[in-house]
Nanobody
Framework: QVQVMESGGGSVQAGGSLRLSCAVS???????MGWFRQTPGKGREGVAV???????KYSRPVTDRFAISQDNGKSTVYLQMNDLRPDDSAVYYC???????????????????WGQGTQVTVSS
């Protein structure tokens, strides 16, 4: 059974930084991992994903501010978030196991297992 657990959310002022972590246990088909976020009334949107071979893809709003990485064992994925803005406030979800295609890499429907989410709040 695959389990996904996020940690590291919290509150920060605009311009600050946070680092999210996501631990994956069990045996997913692959170690393609991603971060997504959702605000009330909106659909879940892709933020950053990393493939088994280290290829990454970012959404346009976070490019050059966020960085996704994995540990050597590929059991943990991180999201370093810098220069945070109020519109980055959301529940952030981690996901694992995807069918990699760069065209669709940021689509939530591309991922198989999900965590419960962690809240990030950025105040102005």
């Amino acid at each position: 059974q695959v389990q996904v657990m996020e940690s590291g959310g919290g509150s920060v002022q605009a311009g600050g930084s946070l680092r999210l972590s996501c631990a994956v246990s069990g045996h997913p088909y692959n170690r393609c991992m991603g971060w997504f976020r959702q605000t009330p009334g909106k659909g879940r949107e892709g933020v950053a994903v990393i493939n088994d071979d280290g290829t990454t893809k970012y959404s346009r709003p976070v490019t050059d501010r966020f960085a996704i990485s994995q540990d050597n064992g590929k059991s943990t994925v991180y999201l370093q978030m810098n220069d945070l803005r109020p519109d980055d406030s959301a529940v952030y979800y981690c996901a694992v196991e995807c069918a990699w295609d760069e065209r669709f890499a940021l689509l939530p429907s591309n991922f198989g297992y999900w965590g419960q989410g962690t809240q990030v709040t950025v105040s102005s």
